[in-house]
């Protein structure tokens, strides 16, 4: 059985900063795709990140938190992360790991919530201004 499980959501004050992990059992996503989503109340879940497995330089990112999140992977580990600094009131939702079992995805292709077949339970991410 695939499970992603996320940790370190929590509540933060504007300008601070969140690890997010999610770890990952039952297969190895090390030559997928993986990202992370988010979702507030009400509204679609929007794509976050993405990195292929093809290595960091092609990661993919929503213009909103470009420079300020970074999404990486330790493969031995099979845990995949988001770094996100200088965090906004409007970074507030529940955020989301997701693993696909395709190697690659380009741009826009990559934000596509049909793409990812494993989902995590989310992890609440609360930013006070």
């Known amino acids: 059985q695939v499970q992603l499980v996320e940790s370190g959501g929590g509540l933060v004050q504007t300008g601070g900063s969140l690890r997010l992990s999610c770890a990952a059992s039952g297969r190895s996503f090390s030559r997928n795709v993986m990202a992370w989503f988010r979702q507030v109340p009400e509204k679609e879940r929007e794509f976050v990140a993405a990195v292929r497995w093809i290595g960091d330089t092609t990661n993919v990112y929503q213009n909103a938190v470009k420079g300020r999140f970074t999404i990486s992977r330790d493969n031995y580990e099979n845990t995949l992360y988001l770094q996100m600094n200088s965090l906004k009131p409007e970074d507030t939702a529940v955020y989301y790991c997701?693993?696909?079992?395709?190697?690659?995805?380009?741009?826009?292709?990559?934000?596509?919530?049909?793409?990812?077949?494993?989902w995590g339970q989310g992890t609440q991410v609360t930013v006070s201004s």
């Open positions: 997701a693993g696909s079992v395709i190697d690659d995805c380009s741009g826009y292709g990559c934000y596509r919530t049909s793409l990812y077949e494993y």
